[in-house]
């Protein structure tokens, strides 16, 4: 049974960073891509940034790219998000998920295994 755990959510003001962990529990946490989603209220479920198996290669959403870094350590069973220059817009749950295969994929509809999700907040 993999379960996903979210930490390191909190409320923040514009320009301040927080850094978001993702612990895995699990068999084979290695062999597969994680990604970061968020979802703000009355909005849809938003890519952020994926990570493939081995953390080789990365790839993010638009709106967060140059200001959030994705990495993970697989002996840890972890997967973060570093987030710098945050917005009031950046403002949402987050979400980590892991996908079913090792490669990237920024559809949520390819993850099979979400965590609670983690609220943050950027004040003005």
């Known amino acids: 049974q993999v379960q996903l755990v979210e930490s390191g959510g909190g409320l923040v003001q514009a320009g301040g960073s927080l850094r978001l962990s993702c612990a895995a529990s699990?068999?084979?946490?290695?062999?597969?891509?994680m990604g970061w989603f968020r979802q703000a209220p009355g909005k849809e479920r938003e890519f952020v940034a994926a990570?493939?198996?081995?953390?080789?290669?990365?790839y993010y959403g638009d709106s967060v790219k140059g200001r959030f870094t994705i990495s993970r350590d697989n002996a840890k069973n972890t997967v973060y998000l570093q987030m710098n220059s945050l917005k009031p817009e950046d403002t949402a749950v987050y979400y980590c998920?892991?996908?079913?295969?090792?490669?990237?994929?920024?559809?949520?509809?390819?993850?099979?295994?979400w965590g609670q999700g983690t609220q943050v907040t950027v004040s003005s």
């Open positions: 998920a892991r996908r079913y295969y090792s490669n990237i994929d920024s559809r949520p509809d390819e993850y099979g295994y």
């Open positions: 990570i493939n198996w081995s953390g080789g290669s990365t």
């Open positions: 699990g068999r084979a946490f290695s062999s597969y891509a």
